[in-house]
């Protein structure tokens, strides 16, 4: 079939012409700590466990498809997040990545603030309890509804992201008889070297408001005259999934410059700039993320560094990690279903799930890995392709990898590192029932989200 022939020809083709996968590992039950949550481990008989529960106690209990979600490791990342940053400094976790009102406890308890980016969010922190002032309110399009709530309960800080905003926000809270913390939004134009539908600094997109031509500038000068927002400060993302430090540090120069022209021009020290989220992890062992304190350390510097150079004191610094805090720490377990062998190409492998609790491989070309956890196995490595059971042959989960070669049907497998943006993106494609969330500790499970039932399907369906 010619490409041009099939709207979807170049994604069609490649599944039966290209591979990116490496040579098979050395050791396929081997499992490697870079991309597994903290406490995955293989029992002495050869099966995984997290938390201290083997995997097929989990299926067990809870079923496949389902996410499993190391709170040990999640909480370390926090505090490791919180410990690296300091008391100068302030981590809001962003809450897309992934939300539930345990996670928002986690949070809380280890003294994380939480970034939100709709209503629903926002609803989902405030009811377990996340105090209103350590919350920042995102979005390029908030809702009159979104905005009147976020000021009424008084989130800390509204990031304002158009002109537009700047005087609707400011509007809604005098009306309110309020003054509503902001940030502004700027784009900085740096290209992050991340896929070009999550790298958000360049101009030509839809967030935030240029440095280039000045806007940023007058953004800020019509900020400063309206009486119902108090500016506190700057605010630039510049992508995800992000490994190099450049990108950061070149918005941070150009964030720093505009401060710099801000005092210049009106005489004040904007006191914060926060420098988003982005930062990559381990999806597989090519990846070579840095660790949070390697991060705040850079952030720190280029800062510091660029803040004396402009004569200007060091601002309070925060950031808004998501993937990685909660991305390395969990993984999804399913079972094997349908086998089918491609003499000479793969063996496609057919799960339980599948684009609708993982939509990143067919959305961004995401490059995941899976093992065989539910035993040991000294077979010969098979070249796999891990696909889902939605009615789409673009419906993959792991494009290119090894498992053995004796797998069989009703064998759990599990993917690793998808805590970040596979729940949170789940949908019900094919009606499919969105699988739970499932804390594991110390040797004990709990559900934090459930399963979905047929019930809560029809429940929406008012017929
Ligand atoms: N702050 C802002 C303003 C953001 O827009 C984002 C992500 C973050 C922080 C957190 O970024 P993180 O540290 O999680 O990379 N669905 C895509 C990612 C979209 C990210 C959108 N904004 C994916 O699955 O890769």
Known sequence: ??????????????????????????????????????????????????????????????????????????????????????????????????LSRAVVRWLHEEGLNLDVCSGGELATALSAGMPAERIAFHGNNKSEAEIERAIEVGVGRIVLDSFQEIVRVSHIAERLGKRQPVQIRVTVGVEAHTHEFIATAHEDQKFGIALAGGQAAEAVRRALKLDGIELIGIHSHIGSQIFDMAGFEVAARRVVSLLAEVRDEHGIELPEIDLGG???????????????????????????????????????????????????????LYTVGTIKPLETLRTYVSVDGGMSDNIRTALYDAEYTVALVSRRSDAEPMLVRVVGKHCESGDIVVKDAFLPADLAPGDLIAVPATGAYCRSMASNYNHALRPPVVAVRDGEARVIVRRETEEDLLRLDVG
């Open 1 to 98: 079939m010619s490409r041009s022939a099939h709207p979807a020809g170049p994604r069609h083709a490649d599944v039966l012409t290209e591979g990116h996968y490496a040579a098979p590992p050395a050791d396929l039950n081997a499992l490697d700590a870079k991309v597994w949550s903290r406490t995955v481990a293989r029992t002495p008989d050869g099966a995984v466990s997290v938390g201290g529960i083997e995997v097929a106690r989990l299926a067990e209990e809870f079923g496949t498809p389902a996410y499993f979600l190391d709170e040990d490791d999640f909480r370390a990342r926090c505090r490791a997040w919180r410990d690296a940053f300091g008391t100068d400094a302030d981590v809001f976790y962003a809450g897309k990545a992934f």
């Open 278 to 332: 982005g930062l990559g992890i381990a999806y597989t062992s090519d990846d070579d993320p840095s660790e949070p304190h390697e991060i705040a350390k850079a952030l720190n510097e280029i800062v510091t560094r660029e803040c004396e150079a402009a004569g200007l004191r060091t601002p309070r610094i925060s950031v808004e990690p998501g993937r990685a805090i909660v991305g390395p720490t969990a993984f999804t």
